[in-house]
Protein backbone atom coordinates (compact mmCIF):
# COMPACT_ATOMS: atom_id res chain seq x y z
CA UNK A 1 0.00 0.00 0.00
CA UNK A 2 1.47 3.17 -0.93
CA UNK A 3 2.41 5.55 2.00
CA UNK A 4 1.66 9.71 1.21
CA UNK A 5 2.34 12.29 3.24
CA UNK A 6 0.34 15.19 3.75
CA UNK A 7 2.09 18.22 5.32
CA UNK A 8 -0.59 21.82 5.73
CA UNK A 9 -0.89 24.00 8.53
CA UNK A 10 -4.54 23.97 8.33
CA UNK A 11 -6.02 21.46 10.21
CA UNK A 12 -9.30 21.51 7.52
CA UNK A 13 -7.00 20.68 4.44
CA UNK A 14 -5.36 17.86 6.41
CA UNK A 15 -8.08 16.20 7.11
CA UNK A 16 -9.63 16.48 4.05
CA UNK A 17 -7.03 14.87 2.38
CA UNK A 18 -6.35 12.47 4.51
CA UNK A 19 -9.88 11.45 4.33
CA UNK A 20 -10.13 11.44 0.31
CA UNK A 21 -6.67 9.53 0.05
CA UNK A 22 -7.45 6.70 2.88
CA UNK A 23 -10.70 5.99 0.99
CA UNK A 24 -8.67 5.73 -2.61
CA UNK A 25 -6.76 2.68 0.28
CA UNK A 26 -3.51 5.08 0.37
CA UNK A 27 -1.68 4.89 4.29
CA UNK A 28 -1.32 8.71 4.97
CA UNK A 29 0.79 10.54 6.98
CA UNK A 30 0.67 14.06 8.12
CA UNK A 31 2.28 17.28 9.40
CA UNK A 32 1.89 20.03 10.57
CA UNK A 33 4.80 21.95 9.49
CA UNK A 34 8.46 22.01 7.41
CA UNK A 35 10.51 20.50 10.20
CA UNK A 36 7.90 18.74 11.29
CA UNK A 37 8.01 17.16 7.17
CA UNK A 38 11.80 16.75 7.51
CA UNK A 39 12.08 14.97 10.32
CA UNK A 40 9.77 12.45 9.55
CA UNK A 41 11.35 12.23 5.85
CA UNK A 42 13.99 11.41 6.46
CA UNK A 43 13.20 8.77 9.60
CA UNK A 44 10.18 7.58 7.32
CA UNK A 45 10.21 5.96 3.40
CA UNK A 46 7.65 8.02 1.70
CA UNK A 47 6.16 6.80 -1.62
CA UNK A 48 4.93 10.93 -2.26
CA UNK A 49 4.61 14.32 -0.33
CA UNK A 50 1.46 16.62 -0.71
CA UNK A 51 3.22 20.18 -0.01
CA UNK A 52 1.58 23.70 1.02
CA UNK A 53 3.62 25.93 -0.05
CA UNK A 54 2.71 29.04 2.62
CA UNK A 55 4.05 27.40 6.21
CA UNK A 56 5.93 29.03 9.04
CA UNK A 57 9.40 28.38 8.29
CA UNK A 58 10.74 26.55 7.03
CA UNK A 59 7.78 27.30 4.37
CA UNK A 60 6.80 24.78 1.68
CA UNK A 61 9.72 26.28 -0.83
CA UNK A 62 11.97 25.40 1.71
CA UNK A 63 11.33 22.37 2.31
CA UNK A 64 11.08 21.18 -1.63
CA UNK A 65 14.81 22.72 -2.08
CA UNK A 66 15.98 20.56 1.28
CA UNK A 67 14.20 17.45 -0.66
CA UNK A 68 15.55 18.14 -4.06
CA UNK A 69 19.53 17.27 -2.53
CA UNK A 70 18.23 14.70 0.14
CA UNK A 71 15.46 12.92 -1.67
CA UNK A 72 15.39 14.00 -5.74
CA UNK A 73 13.41 10.96 -6.89
CA UNK A 74 10.43 11.64 -4.03
CA UNK A 75 7.46 12.81 -5.88
CA UNK A 76 6.33 15.98 -4.13
CA UNK A 77 3.23 17.64 -5.08
CA UNK A 78 2.94 21.27 -4.31
CA UNK A 79 -0.62 22.91 -2.91
CA UNK A 80 -1.74 26.32 -2.38
CA UNK A 81 -4.23 28.69 -2.25
CA UNK A 82 -2.00 31.86 -2.90
CA UNK A 83 0.33 30.84 -5.69
CA UNK A 84 1.67 32.70 -8.79
CA UNK A 85 2.73 32.01 -12.03
CA UNK A 86 6.60 32.80 -10.73
CA UNK A 87 6.21 30.56 -7.36
CA UNK A 88 4.96 27.57 -9.92
CA UNK A 89 7.78 27.77 -12.08
CA UNK A 90 10.31 27.68 -9.23
CA UNK A 91 8.49 24.82 -7.77
CA UNK A 92 8.97 23.27 -11.07
CA UNK A 93 12.63 23.63 -11.69
CA UNK A 94 13.07 22.28 -8.05
CA UNK A 95 11.59 19.08 -9.20
CA UNK A 96 8.07 19.58 -8.05
CA UNK A 97 5.72 16.77 -9.88
CA UNK A 98 3.21 18.96 -10.31
CA UNK A 99 1.12 21.97 -8.53
CA UNK A 100 -2.69 21.96 -6.92
CA UNK A 101 -4.60 25.03 -6.22
CA UNK A 102 -7.12 25.18 -2.82
CA UNK A 103 -9.08 24.42 -2.90
CA UNK A 104 -8.49 20.86 -4.70
CA UNK A 105 -10.03 19.39 -7.27
CA UNK A 106 -11.21 15.86 -6.23
CA UNK A 107 -10.61 14.61 -9.58
CA UNK A 108 -7.68 16.49 -10.62
CA UNK A 109 -5.93 15.46 -6.90
CA UNK A 110 -6.59 11.72 -7.45
CA UNK A 111 -5.05 11.36 -10.95
CA UNK A 112 -1.82 14.08 -9.89
CA UNK A 113 -1.20 11.48 -7.12
CA UNK A 114 -1.64 8.44 -8.68
CA UNK A 115 0.47 9.73 -11.76
CA UNK A 116 3.05 10.44 -9.28
CA UNK A 117 3.42 7.25 -7.98
CA UNK A 118 3.14 5.51 -10.96
CA UNK A 119 6.50 7.64 -11.44
CA UNK A 120 8.00 6.57 -8.35
CA UNK A 121 7.46 2.80 -8.96
CA UNK A 122 8.80 2.92 -11.93
CA UNK A 123 12.06 4.90 -10.79
CA UNK A 124 12.34 2.30 -8.36
CA UNK A 125 12.42 -0.53 -10.99
CA UNK A 126 14.56 1.53 -13.29
CA UNK A 127 17.24 2.16 -10.08
CA UNK A 128 17.01 -1.84 -9.58
CA UNK A 129 17.52 -2.75 -13.11
CA UNK A 130 20.56 -0.45 -13.57
CA UNK A 131 22.07 -1.80 -10.07
CA UNK A 132 21.40 -5.28 -11.23
CA UNK A 133 23.14 -4.53 -15.12
CA UNK A 134 26.01 -2.68 -13.47
CA UNK A 135 26.63 -5.68 -11.22
CA UNK A 136 25.99 -8.63 -13.99
CA UNK A 137 28.51 -6.18 -16.16
CA UNK A 138 31.78 -7.72 -14.88
CA UNK A 139 30.37 -11.13 -15.88
CA UNK A 140 28.80 -10.61 -19.28
CA UNK A 141 30.41 -13.50 -21.10
CA UNK A 142 32.19 -12.55 -24.43
CA UNK A 143 30.80 -14.35 -27.54
CA UNK A 144 33.74 -16.80 -27.81
CA UNK A 145 34.12 -18.46 -31.32
CA UNK A 146 37.03 -18.70 -34.22
CA UNK A 147 33.91 -19.67 -36.94
CA UNK A 148 33.71 -16.86 -39.76
CA UNK A 149 30.25 -16.84 -38.50
CA UNK A 150 30.93 -15.91 -34.82
CA UNK A 151 33.32 -12.83 -36.35
CA UNK A 152 30.22 -11.65 -38.44
CA UNK A 153 27.90 -11.29 -35.68
CA UNK A 154 30.26 -9.69 -33.68
CA UNK A 155 30.99 -7.13 -36.45
CA UNK A 156 26.89 -6.60 -36.88
CA UNK A 157 26.79 -5.79 -33.24
CA UNK A 158 29.43 -3.56 -33.58
CA UNK A 159 27.77 -1.41 -36.47
CA UNK A 160 23.90 -1.89 -34.85
CA UNK A 161 24.50 -1.64 -31.39
CA UNK A 162 24.64 2.17 -31.32
CA UNK A 163 21.44 2.70 -34.11
CA UNK A 164 18.29 2.75 -32.51
CA UNK A 165 17.26 0.18 -35.43
CA UNK A 166 15.71 -3.21 -33.84
CA UNK A 167 16.87 -6.10 -34.21
CA UNK A 168 15.77 -9.82 -34.54
CA UNK A 169 17.31 -12.54 -33.72
CA UNK A 170 17.19 -16.36 -34.98
CA UNK A 171 18.74 -19.74 -33.85
CA UNK A 172 18.12 -22.99 -32.24
CA UNK A 173 17.66 -23.62 -28.80
CA UNK A 174 21.08 -22.96 -26.59
CA UNK A 175 22.88 -20.92 -29.13
CA UNK A 176 23.55 -17.99 -27.80
CA UNK A 177 20.86 -15.65 -28.85
CA UNK A 178 20.39 -13.71 -25.08
CA UNK A 179 23.71 -13.23 -25.01
CA UNK A 180 23.62 -11.74 -28.70
CA UNK A 181 20.94 -9.37 -26.78
CA UNK A 182 23.10 -8.76 -23.90
CA UNK A 183 25.66 -7.54 -26.21
CA UNK A 184 23.57 -5.15 -28.16
CA UNK A 185 22.21 -3.27 -25.11
CA UNK A 186 25.88 -3.55 -23.61
CA UNK A 187 27.68 -1.90 -26.53
CA UNK A 188 24.33 0.56 -27.30
CA UNK A 189 23.36 4.88 -26.07
CA UNK A 190 21.50 2.89 -23.98
CA UNK A 191 23.76 0.80 -21.65
CA UNK A 192 23.35 2.55 -18.95
CA UNK A 193 19.43 2.28 -18.96
CA UNK A 194 18.25 -1.07 -18.06
CA UNK A 195 17.85 -4.12 -20.09
CA UNK A 196 14.56 -5.76 -19.41
CA UNK A 197 14.25 -9.79 -20.51
CA UNK A 198 10.53 -11.73 -21.75
CA UNK A 199 10.88 -15.04 -22.24
CA UNK A 200 7.22 -14.79 -24.03
CA UNK A 201 7.28 -19.03 -24.04
CA UNK A 202 7.53 -19.05 -20.24
CA UNK A 203 4.31 -17.31 -19.56
CA UNK A 204 0.80 -18.35 -20.20
CA UNK A 205 -0.85 -16.34 -22.65
CA UNK A 206 -3.49 -15.08 -20.34
CA UNK A 207 -0.88 -13.49 -18.32
CA UNK A 208 0.99 -12.19 -21.42
CA UNK A 209 -0.44 -8.79 -21.70
CA UNK A 210 -0.40 -7.89 -17.86
CA UNK A 211 3.36 -9.01 -18.01
CA UNK A 212 4.27 -6.89 -20.70
CA UNK A 213 2.27 -3.83 -20.59
CA UNK A 214 1.13 -4.19 -16.33
CA UNK A 215 -2.15 -3.56 -14.97
CA UNK A 216 -4.73 -1.65 -13.19
CA UNK A 217 -5.47 -3.05 -9.83
CA UNK A 218 -8.94 -4.83 -10.13
CA UNK A 219 -8.74 -5.17 -13.54
CA UNK A 220 -9.33 -8.97 -13.81
CA UNK A 221 -9.59 -11.32 -10.75
CA UNK A 222 -6.11 -11.97 -8.54
CA UNK A 223 -5.01 -8.26 -9.48
CA UNK A 224 -5.34 -6.90 -6.04
CA UNK A 225 -2.64 -3.82 -6.67
CA UNK A 226 -1.38 -1.94 -9.63
CA UNK A 227 1.84 -3.57 -12.11
CA UNK A 228 4.18 -1.77 -13.98
CA UNK A 229 4.83 -3.77 -16.90
CA UNK A 230 8.13 -4.75 -19.10
CA UNK A 231 7.78 -1.92 -21.44
CA UNK A 232 7.78 0.19 -18.32
CA UNK A 233 10.51 -1.44 -16.89
CA UNK A 234 12.20 -0.57 -19.95
CA UNK A 235 11.54 2.84 -20.38
CA UNK A 236 14.66 4.40 -21.45
CA UNK A 237 16.50 0.73 -22.00
CA UNK A 238 16.09 -2.07 -24.23
CA UNK A 239 13.45 -4.42 -24.00
CA UNK A 240 14.32 -8.28 -24.64
CA UNK A 241 11.05 -10.38 -25.99
CA UNK A 242 12.98 -14.01 -26.29
CA UNK A 243 10.74 -16.74 -27.98
CA UNK A 244 8.97 -14.32 -29.53
CA UNK A 245 7.21 -16.69 -31.78
CA UNK A 246 5.43 -18.03 -29.46
CA UNK A 247 3.62 -14.67 -28.16
CA UNK A 248 -0.28 -14.62 -28.84
CA UNK A 249 -2.44 -13.10 -31.38
CA UNK A 250 -3.65 -10.87 -29.13
CA UNK A 251 -0.01 -9.63 -27.25
CA UNK A 252 1.31 -9.69 -30.93
CA UNK A 253 -1.32 -7.17 -31.59
CA UNK A 254 -0.72 -4.87 -28.69
CA UNK A 255 2.76 -5.16 -29.43
CA UNK A 256 2.51 -3.71 -32.91
CA UNK A 257 0.84 -0.77 -31.97
CA UNK A 258 3.28 -0.13 -29.18
CA UNK A 259 5.75 0.04 -31.55
CA UNK A 260 3.91 2.09 -33.89
CA UNK A 261 2.86 4.88 -31.48
CA UNK A 262 5.41 4.30 -28.65
CA UNK A 263 2.68 4.19 -26.41
CA UNK A 264 1.32 1.22 -24.47
CA UNK A 265 -2.20 0.98 -22.19
CA UNK A 266 -2.02 -0.87 -19.12
CA UNK A 267 -4.47 -3.87 -18.59
CA UNK A 268 -7.87 -2.21 -17.20
CA UNK A 269 -6.13 1.11 -17.62
CA UNK A 270 -7.15 3.76 -19.80
CA UNK A 271 -5.04 6.50 -20.32
CA UNK A 272 -1.95 6.04 -22.85
CA UNK A 273 1.70 5.81 -21.59
CA UNK A 274 4.77 6.60 -23.20
CA UNK A 275 7.43 4.77 -23.38
CA UNK A 276 10.68 4.84 -24.95
CA UNK A 277 12.31 1.52 -25.66
CA UNK A 278 14.63 -0.49 -28.31
CA UNK A 279 13.06 -4.10 -28.92
CA UNK A 280 15.32 -6.76 -29.30
CA UNK A 281 13.44 -9.97 -30.32
CA UNK A 282 14.56 -14.00 -30.44
CA UNK A 283 12.60 -16.71 -31.81
CA UNK A 284 13.68 -20.58 -32.18
CA UNK A 285 10.89 -20.92 -34.63
CA UNK A 286 10.79 -19.90 -38.57
CA UNK A 287 8.97 -16.63 -38.78
CA UNK A 288 8.03 -17.05 -42.35
CA UNK A 289 6.46 -20.34 -42.52
CA UNK A 290 4.50 -19.17 -38.89
CA UNK A 291 3.58 -16.24 -41.11
CA UNK A 292 2.48 -18.93 -43.79
CA UNK A 293 0.12 -20.96 -41.21
CA UNK A 294 -1.37 -17.44 -39.71
CA UNK A 295 0.26 -17.82 -36.34
CA UNK A 296 2.89 -14.38 -36.55
CA UNK A 297 1.54 -11.05 -37.74
CA UNK A 298 3.65 -9.87 -40.65
CA UNK A 299 3.67 -6.23 -40.26
CA UNK A 300 4.97 -7.49 -36.25
CA UNK A 301 7.99 -9.09 -38.14
CA UNK A 302 8.63 -6.46 -40.68
CA UNK A 303 8.06 -3.84 -37.40
CA UNK A 304 11.05 -6.38 -35.35
CA UNK A 305 13.02 -7.85 -38.25
CA UNK A 306 14.82 -4.16 -39.47
CA UNK A 307 18.30 -6.15 -38.66
CA UNK A 308 18.07 -10.39 -38.50
CA UNK A 309 21.13 -12.04 -36.77
CA UNK A 310 21.29 -15.65 -37.42
CA UNK A 311 23.20 -17.61 -34.93
CA UNK A 312 23.85 -21.13 -36.05
CA UNK A 313 24.00 -24.51 -34.52
CA UNK A 314 27.24 -25.42 -33.23
CA UNK A 315 27.31 -28.07 -35.32
CA UNK A 316 27.60 -25.76 -38.51
CA UNK A 317 30.66 -24.20 -36.47
CA UNK A 318 32.59 -26.74 -34.80
CA UNK A 319 36.22 -24.07 -35.01
CA UNK A 320 34.53 -22.62 -31.92
CA UNK A 321 33.82 -25.86 -29.98
CA UNK A 322 37.89 -25.89 -28.59
CA UNK A 323 37.75 -22.60 -27.55
CA UNK A 324 34.28 -22.55 -25.88
CA UNK A 325 35.08 -25.97 -24.80
CA UNK A 326 38.36 -24.34 -22.93
CA UNK A 327 36.87 -21.19 -21.67
CA UNK A 328 34.20 -23.21 -19.94
CA UNK A 329 36.29 -25.46 -18.62
CA UNK A 330 38.45 -22.15 -16.75
CA UNK A 331 34.84 -20.55 -16.33
CA UNK A 332 33.16 -23.48 -14.45
CA UNK A 333 36.43 -24.24 -12.38
CA UNK A 334 37.21 -20.70 -10.90
CA UNK A 335 32.72 -20.77 -10.10
CA UNK A 336 33.13 -24.27 -7.94
CA UNK A 337 36.75 -23.57 -6.64
CA UNK A 338 38.29 -26.48 -8.24
CA UNK A 339 42.09 -26.27 -9.91
CA UNK A 340 42.01 -25.54 -13.68
CA UNK A 341 41.48 -28.38 -16.20
CA UNK A 342 43.02 -28.80 -20.18
CA UNK A 343 41.90 -31.63 -22.58
CA UNK A 344 43.94 -33.75 -24.68
CA UNK A 345 44.05 -33.27 -28.36
CA UNK A 346 42.17 -36.54 -28.90
CA UNK A 347 39.13 -35.07 -26.29
CA UNK A 348 39.02 -31.52 -27.99
CA UNK A 349 38.52 -33.85 -31.19
CA UNK A 350 36.36 -36.10 -30.01
CA UNK A 351 34.19 -32.91 -29.27
CA UNK A 352 34.66 -31.42 -32.12
CA UNK A 353 33.00 -34.27 -33.47
CA UNK A 354 29.84 -35.05 -30.89
CA UNK A 355 26.53 -33.92 -32.43
CA UNK A 356 25.69 -30.82 -30.08
CA UNK A 357 21.84 -30.52 -30.21
CA UNK A 358 21.58 -28.64 -27.94
CA UNK A 359 24.37 -26.09 -29.03
CA UNK A 360 26.37 -24.03 -26.59
CA UNK A 361 24.15 -24.83 -23.60
CA UNK A 362 24.94 -28.90 -24.21
CA UNK A 363 28.37 -27.92 -24.25
CA UNK A 364 28.69 -26.28 -20.98
CA UNK A 365 26.82 -29.26 -19.44
CA UNK A 366 28.84 -31.87 -20.32
CA UNK A 367 32.30 -29.67 -19.60
CA UNK A 368 30.67 -29.30 -16.32
CA UNK A 369 30.28 -33.02 -15.97
CA UNK A 370 33.86 -33.60 -16.92
CA UNK A 371 35.61 -31.31 -14.19
CA UNK A 372 33.14 -32.83 -11.69
CA UNK A 373 33.57 -36.55 -12.70
CA UNK A 374 36.60 -37.11 -14.70
CA UNK A 375 39.86 -38.35 -13.25
CA UNK A 376 43.02 -36.58 -13.56
CA UNK A 377 44.52 -33.57 -14.35
CA UNK A 378 43.63 -33.72 -17.90
CA UNK A 379 40.70 -34.57 -19.74
CA UNK A 380 40.77 -37.60 -21.86
CA UNK A 381 39.46 -38.32 -25.23
CA UNK A 382 38.06 -42.17 -22.96
CA UNK A 383 36.15 -39.20 -20.62
CA UNK A 384 34.67 -37.60 -22.96
CA UNK A 385 33.20 -40.81 -24.45
CA UNK A 386 32.16 -42.00 -21.26
CA UNK A 387 30.29 -39.27 -20.26
CA UNK A 388 28.88 -38.15 -23.78
CA UNK A 389 28.65 -41.12 -25.93
CA UNK A 390 30.26 -42.36 -28.98
CA UNK A 391 31.33 -39.59 -31.40
CA UNK A 392 29.95 -41.58 -34.55
CA UNK A 393 26.68 -42.36 -33.20
CA UNK A 394 25.53 -42.72 -37.24
CA UNK A 395 28.19 -46.07 -37.69
CA UNK A 396 25.53 -48.45 -36.41
CA UNK A 397 22.68 -47.37 -38.06
CA UNK A 398 24.57 -47.24 -41.81
CA UNK A 399 25.68 -51.05 -40.82
CA UNK A 400 21.82 -52.12 -39.60
CA UNK A 401 20.28 -50.95 -43.07
CA UNK A 402 22.70 -52.57 -45.07
CA UNK A 403 22.59 -55.50 -43.64
CA UNK A 404 18.59 -55.24 -43.58
CA UNK A 405 18.24 -54.69 -46.95
CA UNK A 406 18.68 -56.60 -50.14
CA UNK A 407 16.61 -54.29 -52.63
CA UNK A 408 18.38 -51.33 -53.68
CA UNK A 409 15.73 -49.38 -53.82
CA UNK A 410 14.45 -50.33 -50.45
CA UNK A 411 18.09 -49.42 -48.44
CA UNK A 412 17.78 -46.26 -50.47
CA UNK A 413 14.22 -45.24 -49.24
CA UNK A 414 15.01 -46.65 -45.87
CA UNK A 415 18.52 -44.41 -45.81
CA UNK A 416 16.50 -41.67 -47.05
CA UNK A 417 13.70 -42.11 -44.72
CA UNK A 418 16.66 -42.22 -41.46
CA UNK A 419 18.39 -38.95 -42.99
CA UNK A 420 15.38 -37.11 -43.14
CA UNK A 421 14.50 -37.79 -39.29
CA UNK A 422 17.84 -37.15 -37.98
CA UNK A 423 18.04 -34.07 -39.78
CA UNK A 424 14.69 -32.65 -38.51
CA UNK A 425 15.15 -34.18 -35.33
CA UNK A 426 18.35 -32.11 -35.43
CA UNK A 427 16.72 -28.43 -36.24
CA UNK A 428 14.31 -29.37 -33.94
CA UNK A 429 11.60 -30.08 -36.44
CA UNK A 430 12.25 -26.66 -37.92
CA UNK A 431 10.95 -27.88 -41.93
CA UNK A 432 12.66 -24.57 -43.35
CA UNK A 433 15.86 -24.58 -41.92
CA UNK A 434 16.26 -28.69 -42.76
CA UNK A 435 15.06 -27.67 -46.06
CA UNK A 436 18.18 -25.11 -46.28
CA UNK A 437 20.89 -27.31 -44.80
CA UNK A 438 19.71 -30.32 -46.91
CA UNK A 439 19.56 -28.68 -50.50
CA UNK A 440 16.11 -29.05 -51.01
CA UNK A 441 13.12 -27.10 -51.76
CA UNK A 442 10.82 -27.29 -48.52
CA UNK A 443 7.37 -27.99 -51.02
CA UNK A 444 9.62 -31.31 -51.49
CA UNK A 445 10.60 -31.89 -48.17
CA UNK A 446 6.92 -31.88 -47.32
CA UNK A 447 6.55 -34.55 -50.31
CA UNK A 448 9.11 -37.23 -48.23
CA UNK A 449 7.53 -36.37 -45.47
CA UNK A 450 4.58 -37.67 -46.83
CA UNK A 451 5.72 -40.21 -49.35
CA UNK A 452 7.28 -42.46 -45.76
CA UNK A 453 4.71 -40.81 -43.45
CA UNK A 454 7.52 -39.41 -41.27
CA UNK A 455 5.42 -37.43 -38.18
CA UNK A 456 6.79 -35.64 -35.25
CA UNK A 457 7.92 -38.22 -32.54
CA UNK A 458 8.89 -40.94 -34.61
Not at 62 to 84: F, K, N, W, Y
Not at 117 to 146: C, F, H, K, W, Y
Not at 206 to 212: A, C, D, N, V, W
Not at 372 to 396: K, M, N, Y
Amino acid sequence: MPTILVVDDEGSIRRTLREILEYEDYAVDVATEGSEALTMLRETTYDAVLLDIKMPAPDGMEVLRTLADEQPTLPVIMISGHATIETAVEATKLGAYDFIEKPPDLNRLLVTVRNALDRNTLEVENQRMRQMITEQAGDLSPIIGESDAIADIKATIDRVAATEARVLITGENGTGKELVARWIHQKSGRADAPLVEVNCAAIPSELIESELFGHEKGSFTGATQQRIGKFEQADGGTLFLDEIGDMSASAQAKVLRALQESTIQRVGGGQPIEVDVRVVAATNKDLMAEMEEGRFREDLYHRIGVILIDVPPLRHRRDDIPPLARHFAQHLARRHGMQPRTFTDAAIQHLRQAPWRGNVRELQNVVERLLILADGDTITAEAVERHIGPSAPGDSLATDLIHSHEDFTEARDAFERAFIQHKLNAHDWNVSQTAETIGIQRSHLYNKLNKYGIERGD
